[in-house]
């Protein structure tokens, strides 16, 4: 089954203690790309990939780190998490079109409470 | 700075009822434009798209969208909802074909939720 799959799904940490959010797609894509969803303001692009070792800043990548060393994987780094990044975050992935933008697929979303 | 505009955070219709959800957007160039959906506690399921051609887009679960350029808006619209409709609607706007193939940032409004009654 063709999927975008994230863990953990839930996750309660603390302040300062460096966590990952795996991310990993089955559809052979280029592209991948980490969202943050917080009420009132829709999905907001953290970081995305073009493909492996191609990576580049979204609208707010601010305290947040990727990597992009294999094709099926795009793992979220939170080096040191703050209260302001609990969030519900998805990762999505996409064939890369010359041509623009495509379609993205979704994963089912983790969601971070920091303490 | 490409950006989205969902006028309308709450709506509230009958089930049965015609439904249009609006969306504008800001774009330099030729836009990709899609809508997702996103039941609660679920992930986002795309709706339809439109890269091209004809500006009447028909998608899945008994939507379509039209793309009019000189109103910068894609709406959504169905003509007869059903309960199971219930979910957030998110329309999103993406490099189009003549972007140089430089920006591939997908831009989300910030969602319009949509309640039926029975």
């Known amino acids: 089954e063709a999927q975008v799959t994230q863990n953990p799904r839930y996750l309660i940490t603390v302040t300062g203690k460096k966590l990952t959010v795996t991310c990993s797609q089955n559809m052979n894509h280029e592209y991948m790309s980490w969202y943050r969803q917080d009420p009132g303001l829709g999905l907001r692009q953290i970081y995305y990939?073009?493909?492996?070792?191609?990576?580049d800043k979204g609208d707010v990548p601010e305290g947040y780190k990727v990597s992009r060393k294999e094709k099926r994987n795009f793992p979220l780094i939170l080096e040191s998490p703050s209260p302001n990044q609990t969030s519900l975050y998805f990762c999505?992935?996409?064939?890369?079109?010359?041509?623009?933008?495509?379609?993205?697929?979704f994963g089912p979303g983790t969601r971070l409470t920091v303490l | 700075a490409q950006s989205v505009t969902q006028p309308d955070i709450h709506i509230t219709v009958s089930e049965g009822a015609s439904l249009e959800l609006r969306c504008n957007y800001s774009y330099g160039a030729t836009p990709y434009l899609f809508w997702y959906v996103q039941s609660p506690g679920q992930g986002l399921q795309l709706l339809l798209k439109?890269?091209?051609?004809?500006?009447l887009v028909q998608g899945i679960k008994g939507f379509e969208a039209e793309f009019k350029r000189s109103q910068s808006s894609f709406n959504l619209r169905k003509p007869s909802v059903h309960w199971s409709d219930a979910a957030e609607y998110f329309c999103?706007?993406?490099?189009?074909?003549?972007?140089?193939?430089?920006?591939?940032?997908?831009?989300f409004g910030k969602g319009t939720l949509l309640t039926v009654n029975p």
């Open positions: 999103a706007v993406g490099a189009g074909w003549n972007s140089g193939g430089s920006n591939y940032k997908l831009t």
């Open positions: 439109y890269f091209s051609g004809d500006t």
């Open positions: 999505a992935s996409s064939h890369r079109s010359g041509r623009g933008i495509n379609e993205q697929f």
């Open positions: 990939s073009m493909n492996v070792e191609v990576t």
